[in-house]
Nanobody
Framework: VQLQASGGGLVQAGASLNLSCTASVRTLSTFAQGWFRQTPGKEREFVASERWSGSGAFYGESVEGRFTISRDNAKNTLYLQMNDLKPEDTGVYYC????????????WGQGTQVTVSS
C-alpha cells in the first residue's frame, strides 16, 4: 500500500489549504484514515482521524473547528481541509491508514509540507 500526499504549500495566516492523499489500495473503504503533522524538534502530533463507528471524526484540540477530514472512496483519495491557517500549523503533514479493528496505523504517506507565514 502506498499513500501519496499532496496539496501543501506556503500560505499566509488565515488562508486555506486542502490536502489530498491518494492510496494505492483495492478498497479504500476497508481502512480508517488519520492525519498527523510534525515539525523539526517536536514529536509527531495527531491532527485528525475518522470515527469508524458512527459519523464524525476526532480532531486535535489545536485544529478543532478549523480542519475537516473526508474521503472519496471512488477516487481512493483522502482529504484534509484546513481553514483559517495559523503559523503554528506549519509542519509536514502525513496521511495514514489503519484497519478499523486496530488502533495502530500501518501505512503512511511521505508527507507534504505546509508553511504558514504570519
Amino acid at each position: 500500500v502506498q499513500l501519496q500526499a499532496s496539496g501543501g504549500g506556503l500560505v499566509q495566516a488565515g488562508a486555506s489549504l486542502n490536502l489530498s492523499c491518494t492510496a494505492s489500495v483495492r478498497t479504500l473503504s476497508t481502512f480508517a484514515q488519520g492525519w498527523f503533522r510534525q515539525t523539526p524538534g517536536k514529536e509527531r502530533e495527531f491532527v485528525a482521524s475518522e470515527r469508524w463507528s458512527g459519523s464524525g471524526a476526532f480532531y486535535g484540540e489545536s485544529v478543532e473547528g478549523r480542519f475537516t477530514i473526508s474521503r472519496d472512496n471512488a477516487k481512493n483519495t483522502l482529504y484534509l481541509q484546513m481553514n483559517d491557517l495559523k503559523p503554528e500549523d506549519t509542519g509536514v503533514y502525513y496521511c495514514a491508514l489503519r484497519y478499523p479493528a486496530n488502533q495502530n496505523y500501518l501505512y503512511w504517506g511521505q508527507g507534504t509540507q505546509v508553511t504558514v507565514s504570519s
